[in-house]
């Protein structure tokens, strides 16, 4: 069994991420930004034809809808918020559209870790930090001078904050 937390003597660690369910507030809206890495952390993401794969992957399947997204060499970052009035957990949907790419790109098939890290927004000033913290990637990792010259990013649906 785990040891406890020094701090929190009565928690133990966690060995997974907790996916706890979307809270639906009134006229706020859920956005959730969710990490995936890929196995060991090898550099397999970042390439015209991975990219391809996962737009094409996250656009059928539409149970959540992605917004930003940014896809760096060993892992990606993405905006979604639910696509249907019951969405699947988001760790099931990670599974889905993970299974489609790697299907169309076979290099990928058991290259994924199988979990996800995934957190709900909750203000618009917590949304745009996020943003701008996962745009900074590239630059932070020395690929490029500027964000926007970074090839393996995009939007696929406006997920504005306000409703």
């Known amino acids: ?61 539409r149970k959540w809808l992605v917004g930003y997204y940014m896809i760096m060499p060993d892992h990606l970052h993405l905006f979604c918020a639910p696509g249907c009035s019951a969405p699947p957990a988001v760790k099931v949907w990670g599974r889905y559209w993970k299974r489609l790419v790697s299907q169309a790109v076979s290099a990928l098939y058991g290259q994924w870790i199988p979990d996800c890290w995934d957190t709900q927004m909750r203000s618009q000033e917590h949304y745009v930090r996020k943003l701008e913290y996962v745009a900074a990637n590239p630059v932070r990792k020395g690929l490029v ?10 939007k696929m649906n406006e997920l504005p904050w306000i409703l």
Do not use: F, K
Request: glycine share 4%.
């Open 1 to 61: 069994m785990a040891e406890p937390q020094p701090d929190r003597p009565h928690i133990p660690p966690r060995h997974h991420p907790a996916h706890p369910p979307p809270v639906r507030r009134h006229n706020v809206p859920v956005i959730v930004p969710v990490t995936v890495c890929t196995a060991d952390r090898r550099e397999l993401l970042a390439n015209p034809m991975v990219h391809g794969a996962l737009r094409t992957a996250w656009d059928g399947a």
């Open 145 to 154: 001078e500027r964000s926007e010259d970074w090839p393996y990013q995009g």
